[in-house]
């Protein structure tokens, strides 16, 4: 999740509930991307993260904003993508 407006595409499109990609799994307390980078933005909510129990994975709240829960719970997730030159048909 780079910024806000991505934020904000993301959680439109997904709703509360969902896993956002990011972690403190490895190393409790520091929040690593799926893809190992560490990036600057962050939308936690209030008082989030609050590490509560096996709380090591971010996901949207009500508002769009993050919280801290429980990886093991089933929730839909993102996948993100690099964009990729669309093949041209040879001739
Ligand atoms: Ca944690
Ligand atoms: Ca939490």
């Known amino acids: 999740m780079a910024n806000a407006t991505e934020n904000e595409i993301l959680f439109n499109e997904l709703g509360a509930g969902t896993w956002v990609g990011y972690s403190d799994v490895a190393v ?3 929040w690593v991307w799926e893809d190992g980078t560490t990036g600057t933005y962050t939308n936690w909510a ?3 993260p609050d590490n509560g129990t096996d709380a ?3 996901m949207f709240d009500t508002n769009g904003q993050w919280e801290d829960y429980d990886c093991t719970e089933n929730y ?5 993508y690099a964009t990729v030159e669309a093949a041209t048909a040879g001739g």
């Open 28 to 30: 409790d307390q520091t």
């Open 46 to 48: 209030t008082d989030q």
């Open 56 to 58: 090591d994975c971010a």
């Open 76 to 80: 839909f997730y993102a996948c993100k």
